[in-house]
């Protein structure tokens, strides 16, 4: 099955400057790989995601990066600001035409914006 | 309605009891799945339904046991559990096709077994 790995478990840095999350996987079946925020005692909000046919992908202040071929993607957030403290899980799927398998999510990061 | 929801919010059940977890959506969408979260930890799937039927079982006890009536409901049925299976469980729902689509998640119940 697919395993994904997530680092760091823990980030801080201050804010408006930059935070990277990075995470890899195994499946080199896996073509989607969503960002989700789960800020505590709230349900995983997807922030950002990215298909296997994509190399980069932007929102805002928010970036995901994939590089299929080290089997590897990332996440940027940019001006970080203290909304954006919560726990970031990255997540990787297989989408075939008749849907989905599930995801199976990364250990999480714990970002945390220092004011 | 792009809303995912779930009841009850929490539950306390003793290792006899049985007790049933619903999730509804009414986005139209015909994959459902159910997550267990451990505290500090990621989300794990548990189950995949695709039309109203199960297509993904990953390995979980017979103590749970899915079920979908219809297109908008998912249960989870939960009986004989043990103290290892207290957790939040999630459940999340997406679209079908040739995708991939967002799976949109519900605020879980917290579930404290005694």
């Known amino acids: 099955g697919e395993n994904v790995e997530q680092h760091p478990s823990t980030l801080s840095v201050q804010e408006g400057d930059s935070a990277v999350i990075k995470c890899t996987y195994s499946d080199s079946a896996s073509n989607y790989f969503p960002w989700y925020k789960q800020e505590l005692g709230k349900r995983p909000q997807l922030i950002i995601d990215i298909r296997s046919n994509v190399g980069e992908k932007k929102d805002q202040r928010i970036a995901v990066t994939l590089n299929k071929t080290a089997k590897h993607f990332s996440l940027h957030i940019t001006e970080t600001q203290p909304e954006d403290s919560a726990v970031y899980f990255c997540?990787?799927?297989?989408?075939?035409?008749?849907?989905?398998?599930?995801?199976?999510f990364g250990k999480g990061t714990h970002l945390i914006i220092q004011p | 309605d792009t809303e995912v929801t779930q009841t009850p919010k929490h539950l306390v059940m003793g290792m006899t009891n049985k007790k049933s977890l619903k999730c509804e959506q009414h986005?139209?969408?015909?994959?459902m799945y159910w997550y267990k979260q451990k505290a500090k930890k990621p989300p794990e799937l548990m189950f995949v339904?695709?039309?109203?039927?199960?297509?993904i079982n990953e390995s979980v006890p017979s103590r749970f046991s899915p079920e979908c009536p219809n297109s908008s409901l998912l249960n989870l049925h939960l009986h004989a559990l043990q103290p290892e299976d207290s957790a939040l469980y999630l459940c999340?729902?997406?679209?079908?096709?040739?995708?991939?689509?967002?799976?949109?998640f519900g605020p879980g119940t917290r579930l404290t077994v005694t």
């Open positions: 999340a729902s997406s679209e079908k096709g040739p995708g991939p689509y967002e799976q949109y």
């Open positions: 997540a990787a799927g297989v989408y075939s035409g008749g849907g989905a398998d599930g995801l199976t």
């Open positions: 986005m139209g969408h015909r994959a």
């Open positions: 339904y695709s039309y109203e039927k199960l297509s």
